[in-house]
């Protein structure tokens, strides 16, 4: 399967919603999205976009929603940073989707602003996440013990990042 990176548009807000109301999507997410994720939910999201400074996109293959992504600027002394975030709706999944979509944002970051970092922190236990970050070429840089609490459990994450070439 092939992906693209798409503006998101409200024709995606039902996928969209049927995709990060999926509890094994969230489970694998930062806490902030509404459970369960409605139509409304998502069709808010998309119209808040408009005003973010981040870098949102849809990812698609054959013009069908699979999931989204992100790479959102830093600020202070961490300002030419960004931090990525992504999911794949369960039906996609083990088509490579994913790591299409990370090498196409970080191209798109890399060569559209002046951020020379790009990094992400998945939960240690999310193996799959993690091997979609090698897979992109992001490096490993360390375990973050103790790190965040998901669904009433302390976990650790893991830290990847990914650095602008220079030539």
């Given at each position: 399967?092939?992906?693209?990176?798409?503006?998101?548009?409200?024709?995606?807000?039902?996928?969209?919603?049927?995709?990060?109301?999926?509890?094994?999507?969230?489970?694998?997410?930062?806490?902030?999205?509404?459970?369960?994720y409605t139509v409304?939910?998502?069709?808010?999201?998309?119209?808040?976009?408009?005003?973010?400074?981040?870098?949102?996109?849809?990812?698609?293959?054959?013009?069908?929603?699979?999931?989204?992504?992100?790479?959102?600027?830093?600020?202070?002394?961490?300002?030419?940073?960004?931090?990525?975030?992504?999911?794949?709706?369960?039906?996609?999944?083990g088509n490579g989707?994913?790591?299409?979509?990370?090498?196409?944002?970080?191209?798109?970051?890399?060569?559209?602003?002046?951020?020379?970092?790009?990094?992400?922190?998945?939960?240690a236990r999310n193996?799959?996440?993690?091997?979609?970050?090698?897979?992109?070429?992001?490096?490993?840089?360390?375990?973050?013990?103790?790190?965040?609490?998901?669904?009433?459990?302390?976990?650790?994450?893991?830290?990847?990042?990914?650095?602008?070439?220079?030539?």
């Open positions: 399967m092939n992906c693209k990176l798409e503006k998101l548009e409200l024709s995606f807000a039902a996928d969209l919603a049927a995709a990060a109301g999926d509890k094994r999507v969230q489970d694998n997410l930062r806490d902030g999205l509404p459970f369960p409304e939910n998502a069709r808010e999201f998309i119209a808040a976009m408009g005003s973010s400074d981040e870098y949102i996109f849809a990812v698609t293959t054959d013009g069908r929603f699979a999931g989204c992504i992100s790479a959102t600027p830093q600020k202070n002394i961490h300002r030419l940073t960004a931090e990525v975030g992504y999911y794949i709706a369960p039906p996609f999944w989707l994913a790591t299409q979509a990370l090498k196409l944002i970080s191209e798109f970051v890399f060569e559209n602003t002046d951020i020379i970092r790009l990094y992400a922190e998945p939960f193996k799959a996440s993690c091997r979609v970050l090698e897979k992109a070429g992001f490096c490993f840089e360390g375990t973050l013990k103790s790190n965040a609490v998901k669904n009433g459990v302390i976990e650790d994450m893991k830290m990847y990042a990914l650095i602008r070439r220079t030539t």
